[in-house]
């Protein structure tokens, strides 16, 4: 079992609808996760982060968090053309090192 | 304040010869973290520097080695390269969110090193 899962996709979503991005891990004692967002040929960028149950809004994002369940989940509302990229679920294991998952490749099309 | 910078940018190498990488962290920053990114593997984790001290390593072969400065720079080397080593590094680091105890990592561009 990989430590971090996600659907590769593409996951298809006309502009303006909600994209929703899910994601498993294995380790249960994992405190932090994180959204990045890759553009083809770019570097990944932070989108957000959360490590409390729950939700966590920050403008057209929703990082949900439920840590029974060992599942993170990412919500895009209002979804664009521009937001189309791989976005990355990464775990933070400790001292700083990032296990991250296989990504999930968004198309938003107009 | 400026991001993460890495250099080069690209390189191009051939199997056997060694490579060094080079990254600054983001002003203040003291942790430094290094990955691997191939399209078959992903991004995979290298090792962590914070005040010049190695913390945490990931499972690549003994190739791969870095170091940090006092000025929190850092370097990566890899040794003896080999055609699969072709992949973009990319280095990462850390500051403290305020009001909180977690660490988020801020990546720099990245260099992508061709092995032939």
């Known amino acids: 079992q990989k430590e971090v899962e996600q659907n590769s996709g593409p996951l298809s979503v006309p502009e303006g609808a909600i994209a929703s991005l899910n994601c498993t891990y294995s380790?249960?004692?994992?405190?932090?996760f994180f959204w990045y967002r890759q553009y083809s040929g770019k570097s990944p960028e932070l989108i957000m982060f959360?490590?409390?149950?729950g939700d966590k809004e920050d403008g057209r994002f929703t990082a949900q968090l439920n840590k029974a369940s060992q599942y993170v989940s990412l919500l895009i509302r209002d979804s664009q053309p521009s937001d189309s990229a791989t976005y990355l679920c990464a775990v933070n294991t400790g001292f700083q090192k990032l296990v991250f998952g296989t990504g999930t490749r968004l198309l938003v099309s107009p | 304040k400026a991001g993460v910078t890495q250099t080069p940018r690209y390189l191009i190498k051939t199997r056997g010869q060694q490579v060094t990488l080079s990254c600054s962290p983001i002003?203040?920053?003291?942790?430094v973290s290094w990955y691997q990114q191939t399209p078959g593997q992903g991004l995979q984790f290298l090792f962590e520097y914070f005040s010049e001290t190695q913390r945490n390593k990931g499972n690549f072969p003994g190739r791969f080695s870095g170091r940090q400065f006092s000025n929190s720079r850092s370097e990566m080397n890899v040794s003896t390269l080999e055609l699969g080593d072709s992949a973009l590094y990319l280095c990462?680091?850390?500051?403290?969110?305020?009001?909180?105890?977690?660490?988020?990592?801020?990546f720099g561009p990245g260099t992508r090193l061709l092995v032939l």
């Open positions: 990462a680091s850390s500051s403290r969110t305020s009001g909180s105890n977690q660490e988020t990592q801020y």
């Open positions: 002003s203040g920053h003291r942790s």
């Open positions: 380790d249960r004692g994992s405190q932090s």
């Open positions: 959360i490590y409390s149950n």
